[in-house]
């Protein structure tokens, strides 16, 4: 059934990367294309965190909010004191000699940055934005995971990067989010981040979710992770009591900032 899932998962990756490329997809092309039927298709679009849809016999990009719509470019000067003084925390966590494998996103630039200049580390990724911090790192071995750029999150999907990055053994995955909730778990808005982010998981021994505290209570389309998968969740910033009581089973730390 995992494998199934993650098939759908990748299927629903590279559509979205035609769609993006040249506008509405045939449904019968895209199934010619992947190699599947019309009906399997449809029951991918038909999943909840789709971010596609089937209208008139096409496949289509579901239309969100503009507020939901994530940018790279935008996201970086939201909340960077909260998403700052979490990775600052979380970096506490990483040892010399560690293999740890870095997320993408404006977050987790702020945890390369983080991370003791001068130590030994051995470290996977794929977006741009965290291998060019890791790439000035004199004692960092860096591997970037390659594949289809998307712009969205300056990031990379293939098949041959989530292979190797399945085969690897990192001691540490550091993940971000777009949306954590207690009862769906933790999501993000692009899609294609999704088997990257489970293949990571499913490779570390120890798994950190890193977040500030605007995320708290949010969903986002694509689901990757339950919470209780995660052995740490680090929070960036005070959320009020109410909020704060919602992850009370699950195992969070709370940082705050000097100055707040």
Not at 155 to 163: K, V
Request: proline residues 7%; hydrophobic residues 45%.
């Amino acid at each position: 059934m995992r494998k199934t899932a993650g098939a759908g998962v990748l299927r629903l990756s590279r559509m979205q990367e035609l769609v993006e490329a040249r506008g509405p997809l045939p449904i019968n092309e895209a199934a010619q294309l992947l190699a599947v039927t019309p009906m399997t298709i449809r029951r991918d679009l038909s999943a909840p965190d789709s971010p596609l849809t089937a209208l008139g016999g096409y496949v289509l990009a579901t239309t969100l909010p503009s507020a939901d719509r994530y940018s790279l470019d935008v996201a970086g000067d939201q909340h960077a004191a909260h998403k700052r003084v979490a990775c600052q925390r979380a970096a506490k966590w990483v040892q010399a000699h560690d293999s740890l494998f870095i997320d993408c996103g404006t977050t987790m630039a702020h945890f390369a940055e983080a991370l003791p200049p001068d130590m030994p580390l051995s470290v996977v990724c794929y977006s741009t934005n965290i291998a060019s911090i890791l790439s000035r790192r004199p004692n960092t071995q860096l591997m970037l995971l390659g594949g289809l750029y998307h712009p969205s999150s300056a990031s990379f999907l293939s098949d041959e990067g989530l292979q190797y990055l399945n085969r690897l053994g990192v001691n540490k995955a550091f993940l971000s989010a777009g949306g954590v909730d207690p009862l769906r778990g933790a999501s993000c808005s692009n899609f294609h981040e999704v088997p990257v982010k489970q293949a990571a998981m499913r490779s570390a021994s120890q798994t950190f979710l890193v977040v500030d505290e605007s995320k708290l209570g949010l969903l986002r389309p694509a689901f990757f992770s339950p919470l209780d998968a995660f052995g740490h969740i680090v929070v960036g910033g005070a959320p009020a009591a109410g909020l704060r009581k919602q992850f009370k089973d699950f195992s969070m730390v709370f940082a705050q900032p000097a100055a707040d």
